[in-house]
T-cell receptor, first 111, second 114 residues
């Protein structure tokens, strides 16, 4: 069974700072997902990546398959980035590739 | 807007009762997933349907059941409710299998069991 660890658990930043959130997993995967959960509870898929790097606006996600590690970066952070960021990977055991989730990183960006 | 709809948005009920949560996937998506998010457990996979058939089960209790109908909408039935079942329940959908397809989440149903 795959295990997912995220760090840090909580992160407070000043507006404009560069943010990094880390995710490690224990079993090799085909793709890793980054999700954003807004304070109101809604969940949005940010990235699904299997190698290298993806960029969307101020968000950048990277993955190192050999090291079983992914990072989510936010450049020029803004208070509207305040949310919980969740990493998820497939579990190829009993749940046939369905996702297991990290505990999330709660980001608060202060103006 | 993800294109996934869930009803109701909020549900308050008593212990021992039975409730049904409903989900309509994005147009064209064949996979539907149900997730539970509680304060102490985080997001957990409950069950997946693909094109009307149950494909995989996660941490779903025997008191819970689900189905996917021919029009691909899905329902999650929760019975003999306990205080610990209070949580956010999300439905998500994707075109194909979960490991290699982006999932689109509905707004969730907040269930409170009193």
């Amino acid at each position: 069974k795959n295990e997912v660890e995220q760090s840090p658990q909580n992160l407070t930043a000043q507006e404009g700072e560069f943010i990094t959130i880390n995710c490690s997993y224990s079993v090799g995967i085909s793709a890793l997902h980054w999700l954003q959960q807004h304070p109101g509870g809604g969940i949005v898929s940010l990235f699904m990546l299997s190698s290298g790097k993806k960029k969307h606006g101020r968000l950048i996600a990277t993955i190192n398959i050999q090291e079983k590690h992914s990072s989510l970066h936010i450049t020029a952070s803004h208070p509207r980035d305040s949310a919980v960021y969740i990493c998820a990977v497939p579990d190829y055991g009993g749940s046939q590739g369905n996702l297991i989730f990290g505990k999330g990183t709660k980001l608060s960006v202060k103006p | 807007d993800s294109g996934v709809t869930q009803t109701p948005k909020h549900l308050i009920t008593a212990t021992g009762q039975r409730v049904t949560l409903r989900c309509s996937p994005r147009s064209g998506d064949l996979s539907v997933y149900w997730y539970q998010q509680s304060l102490d457990q985080g997001l957990q996979f409950l069950i997946q349907y693909y094109n009307g058939e149950e494909r995989a089960k996660g941490n779903i209790l025997e008191r819970f059941s689900a189905q996917q109908f021919p029009d691909l909408h899905s329902e999650l039935n929760l019975s003999s409710l306990e205080l610990g079942d209070s949580a956010l329940y999300f439905c998500a959908s994707s075109v194909g299998l979960p490991s290699n397809n982006e999932q689109f989440f509905g707004p969730g149903t907040r269930l409170t069991v009193l």
